[in-house]
């Protein structure tokens, strides 16, 4: 396992067939001082695979709420990884809605 944020690995280094990749957070590209390394499949993975907000600042982008974290899962790990997130998503779907008719989301 690795876990990164956008300036680690860049992602065109993850084979897919070897790794899964669990995009936490916003990528909202590199800080000024790395000119040149937008990384546009990132953006895609971020936009399309998402699986929360991180309500803490990391790394350079360290201003909550602009932050990410990338875990990059390979071998038998994946799997343990795959339930986990599949839990992990269906308890945060039955607590939002058990949360908002009592205003608490």
């Not at 065109?12 to 909202?28: I, N, S, T, V």
């Not at 994946?78 to 608490?104: N, S």
């Amino acid at each position: 396992m690795i876990l990164q944020d956008d300036s680690g690995i860049p992602l065109c280094y993850f084979d897919a067939k070897k790794w899964a990749l669990y995009p936490f957070g916003r990528y909202l590209g590199p800080i000024e001082v790395f000119p040149g390394t937008y990384q546009d499949k990132l953006r895609e993975l971020f936009r399309k695979g998402n699986l929360g907000k991180i309500k803490f600042g990391f790394g350079y982008r360290w201003r909550a709420g602009e932050s990410n974290l990338l875990p990059a899962v390979s071998g038998a790990d994946m799997d343990t990884w795959a339930r986990e997130i599949d839990r992990t998503a269906r308890h945060a779907q039955l607590a939002a809605v058990v949360a908002k008719p009592l205003g608490i989301l």
